[in-house]
Structures are given as structure tokens and as C-alpha cells.
């Protein structure tokens, strides 16, 4: 057990729908991190968020948004859904603001279908 | 653009043998270097990883070696077992600052 948690475990929409993915991070981690996996690809980093604020930037669709809450954990909101958007959504954290040399932890992910 | 390539997708090996997966990266400014192994159905645990000032990372049976001219790093796995079966992704950062960039994995099947 990594010690973040991802809610839901899977989620089944139609195009066109909103849903939000949560993540609450590691105890004492203040970095969170939100990454898509897409069928045989390699993870793609979306967004990160250090202590409340956005830390660094991917390759985030203008669709998606997220936010860290003041008690570390974050939401991660996918709107207008595509097909396309179908993948892993996996959120990892860290301790510190910098990814190189922090290790992360990851949740075991969101499963998200859009029919 | 991939900035970092595993171009195994596959690799089957004999339990008990080396098991060695294949990193290679095209950004010189990559400074630091990680190896994470994912099971089915979790997320990616980290396993090893090295700083370019290194060479060579051991931590038990795992082993990274980096080749800076050749922007190439492997993976050692010896001797596999088959808890290893997994897909193993490699990852580099330019700065402890900046975000990782991803491989697609290899995924790596230990035979009895």
C-alpha cells in the first residue's frame, strides 16, 4: 500500500459529461502529481500541485482542471469528455516541490470509460 | 517527441537468469534517472535510481547502469524471479525541479 488514495476505482460516463477524480496524498507529502495513461502508452504528466499551488504544467487538455485543497488532497476535473479521454488516471505525491530527485508514490488509479 | 524510449515492449526470461531492460534518451540535459515496476490493476512503485554523476546504482538484485555518451541506461535484474513479472518504466528529469518524462515500459514475463 502506497499510501494514496484514488476514488473511484472506475468510472463509466457518456461524452459530453463532467466527473472528478480524487486523490489524497501520502501523510506528510505536500506535492501532487496527476498523470493519464492511455492504452499501451507511457504515463503523461498532467499537472502537479506543491502545498496548494500549481507547480508545474503538461500536457493538460484546457478540459481538464484540478485544484489541491487546503488539507493536501486534490480533485482532478475532466469536462466535455471524449472518447479520447478514455485511460488510467493515476495521481502520485511526493514529499518536496521538485520531481527529479523525489520520489513518488503512486495511487492505484481511475479507471475511467467514456462510452 | 519521446524524450525517453524503452523500445522492448516485451522481454521473456528464464527464472533464475539476468533479466536487462533497455532505457535510452535523446535530451543531454537529463540529470537524474529512475526505474519504476508497475503491476496489473496498480500504480507504479519506485525501484532504483541514479544521478548522472554515477555510473553505476545497485540496491540487492536490481542494478542501473547509466552510459552517458550513449544516453543509454539498463536495468539488471539477477537473478529474476517471478514476482518480478511486471511492466518496468524508465524515467529521466533534467533538474530536481523539473517534471519526469516517462517511457512507454517494458514489460517483463519470468518463466518457471
Known amino acids: 500500500d502506497s499510501g494514496v488514495t484514488q476514488t473511484p476505482k472506475h468510472l463509466i460516463t457518456a461524452t459530453g459529461q463532467r466527473v472528478t477524480l480524487r486523490c489524497s496524498p501520502r501523510s506528510g507529502d505536500l506535492s501532487v502529481y496527476w498523470y493519464q495513461q492511455s492504452l499501451d502508452q507511457g504515463l503523461q504528466f498532467l499537472i502537479q500541485y506543491y502545498n496548494g499551488e500549481e507547480r508545474a504544467k503538461g500536457n493538460i487538455l484546457e478540459r481538464f482542471s484540478a485544484q489541491q485543497f487546503p488539507d493536501l488532497h486534490s480533485e482532478l476535473n475532466l469536462s466535455s469528455l471524449e472518447l479520447g479521454d478514455s485511460a488510467l488516471y493515476f495521481c502520485?505525491?511526493?514529499?518536496?516541490?521538485?520531481?527529479?530527485?523525489?520520489?513518488?508514490?503512486f495511487g492505484a488509479g481511475t479507471r475511467l470509460s467514456v462510452l | 517527441d519521446q524524450q525517453v524510449k524503452q523500445n522492448s515492449p516485451s522481454l521473456s526470461v528464464q527464472e533464475g537468469r539476468i533479466s536487462i531492460l533497455n532505457c535510452d534518451y535523446t535530451n543531454s540535459m537529463f540529470d537524474y534517472f529512475l526505474w519504476y515496476k508497475k503491476y496489473p490493476a496498480e500504480g507504479p512503485t519506485f525501484l532504483i535510481s541514479?544521478?548522472?554523476i554515477k555510473d553505476k546504482n545497485e540496491d540487492g538484485r536490481f542494478t542501473v547502469f547509466l552510459n552517458k555518451s550513449a544516453k543509454h541506461l539498463s536495468l539488471h535484474i539477477v537473478p529474476s524471479q517471478p514476482g518480478d513479472s511486471a511492466v518496468y518504466f524508465c524515467a529521466a528529469s533534467p533538474d530536481s525541479n523539473y517534471q519526469l518524462i516517462w517511457g512507454a515500459g517494458t514489460k517483463l514475463i519470468i518463466k518457471p
Open positions: 502520485a505525491s511526493s514529499v518536496g516541490p521538485g520531481a527529479g530527485q523525489n520520489i513518488q508514490y
Open positions: 541514479i544521478s548522472s
